[in-house]
């Protein structure tokens, strides 16, 4: 399936390897990840940020466009998750109160 069409479009009930355990801050979410490809996570950090391309939500299974507002886990050179090109538009998490989905987030601590 290409990343720029969503599950929907193909008359598929979107895949949920996740599931949001806590909402830890406005910006962070703690979630539980368990996919036979990217492994399993109980308990990872997601924060809030911009997505850097296009792809498909893995909460909604709708599109997701580069620049969107987007949840995901955290990766630099020495910690690069499985799952680190994953993403749960900000606007589908529970609890989030944001504004328009693509309006850029406010810079975290790093």
Partial sequence: MQDNVSAHAYG???????SVIERLTMRTLSVSWSDPCCGRYSDQL???????????GVFSGRHIRRGDCVFRPPSSVRSCPANFQRMILASQAPGYVGGASRELPEPYGR
């Avoid at 009930?13 to 996740?18: F, L």
């Avoid at 997601?46 to 498909?56: F, K, Q, S």
Wanted: overall charge positive; hydrophobic content about 45%.
């Fill in 12 to 18: 598929l009930k979107p895949a949920r390897p996740v």
């Fill in 46 to 56: 997601w924060r809030l940020g911009v997505a850097r391309d296009d792809g498909i």
